[in-house]
């Protein structure tokens, strides 16, 4: 302990900074914990209700949060918000929306508002690839949805939040993009064109609504959600040979990015392009 102590007689005597590493180590852990935590504030998660958007949400209820949980299945992100409930003590909400409808997202964040006054924490998760046969098969219809819920939808939102956040508080915006951004491969283009601009999107609202509100993006690899369970196992088995951590991901793994960027902890950071991604060529 650094400071002076009175011991009588208008005397004091000036102790020395402490050099016990258990109690600088309290210390640091104490700071770290606070740099982390959440409590007071209110994240909205698109696609909530499963796959990487359910453990973020659950993540960032863990760390003190409230959330609402956003996806077209309003009775699961309802059911899922009761369970957060449950578990954390946080208060949750689950709304239906789809994320690709540009006049469904205000009356979403008005909801927001009317429910909790505010948005702290944006985490534009709701994404969708759908399968074709040859990119020459690849209809309008398919490429449009492609872009309406992978970058029209998560533009609206981070327009809407963003600015109400600024003109409040502040808050942080996290994208969640994909490696296909940067290694298109021929099944997954249109996909991968929309997260590229999700990418440009990120660094873009950084610098329109800094300094009050930071947007950064996680770039996230294969990850085993529900949409694992019709992967060809050998076939994947073989790819993921070619990762550094030789395997796919699991949901949890991506939490401790997406609390990263949504606490103080990364209160410097924005306009950046996090790899969460297992190591992916």
């Known amino acids: 302990m650094d400071g002076a102590v009175d011991v009588g007689a208008g005397s004091t005597v000036h102790t ?21 935590d959440l409590t007071g504030r209110v994240a909205l998660v698109t696609g909530g209700s499963r796959g990487l958007g359910r453990a973020m949400a659950l993540g960032l209820a863990r760390a003190g949060a409230d959330v609402i949980i956003a ?21 949750a909400v689950g709304l239906g929306v789809h994320v690709g ?15 909790f006054g505010k948005v702290d924490i944006l985490v534009n998760n709701a994404g969708m690839s759908p399968l074709y046969d040859s990119v020459d098969t690849v209809s309008e219809q398919l490429f449009d949805k ?3 819920v992978n970058l029209k939808g998560p533009f609206r939102l981070a327009a809407l939040l963003g600015t109400r956040m600024a003109e409040g508080d502040g808050g942080s915006i996290i994208n969640i993009s994909s490696a296909a951004a940067v290694h298109p491969k021929p099944h997954v283009l249109p996909y991968a064109a929309a997260k590229a601009g999700l990418n440009a999107l990120t660094i873009g609202l950084a610098h329109t609504f800094g300094p009050s509100v930071r947007c950064n993006a996680i770039m996230a690899g294969t990850f085993r959600t529900d949409v694992s369970k019709s992967w060809d ?9 070619t990762f550094a951590l030789r395997r796919g991901g699991e949901p949890e793994e991506i939490v401790g990015t997406a609390l990263y960027l949504a606490s103080d902890a ?16």
């Open 233 to 241: 196992e050998e076939a994947f088995g073989r790819r993921a040979e």
């Open 71 to 91: 996806s077209r299945n309003a009775e699961a992100c309802e059911e899922f918000a009761r369970e957060i409930e449950a578990e954390t003590g946080r208060r």
């Open 101 to 115: 409808r540009w006049d469904d997202l205000e009356p979403l964040v008005d909801a927001c508002y009317e429910r």
């Open 146 to 148: 492609v872009f309406d």
């Open 16 to 36: 020395a900074p402490s050099n016990d590493p258990l109690e600088q180590g309290e210390t640091v852990q104490t700071d770290i914990a606070k740099n982390f």
């Open 266 to 281: 990364s209160s410097y950071t924005t306009g950046a392009i996090i790899s969460v991604d297992g190591g992916q060529p």
